[in-house]
Nanobody, 116 residues
């Protein structure tokens, strides 16, 4: 089992920045990748960004590429999402995920609110 705990959500004005963090614990060895999804009210959960644990390769959705940056701290088993130039449409619950041994684990989510 892998446990994921997110932090860093909150309220920010449009154009502002936030940094989310997700700390993994438990059976974290052999984790293939970690990343972030988000879900706005009335919408499906959508992919935001992911980072491959072995080599740090990153992938982003078109809607956040160039504004968001995903990074990792191997020693802390933590992944970060730096969000810049936030827009009202970025408001959502952000969920951390970890892919390990064919299983996807989820955190509890952290709320990001962007005021216009």
């Amino acid at each position: 089992q892998v446990q994921l705990v997110e932090s860093g959500g909150g309220l920010v004005q449009a154009g502002g920045s936030l940094r989310l963090a997700c700390a993994a614990s438990g059976r974290t060895f052999s984790t293939y990748a970690m990343g972030w999804f988000r879900q706005a009210p009335g919408k499906e959960r959508e992919f935001v960004a992911t980072i491959r644990w072995s080599d740090g390769s990153t992938y982003y959705s078109d809607s956040v590429r160039g504004r968001f940056t995903i990074s990792r701290d191997n020693a802390k088993n933590t992944v970060y999402l730096q969000m810049n130039s936030l827009k009202p449409e970025d408001a959502a619950v952000y969920y951390c995920n970890a892919d390990r041994a064919g299983t996807r684990y989820w955190g509890q989510g952290t709320q990001v609110t962007v005021s216009s």
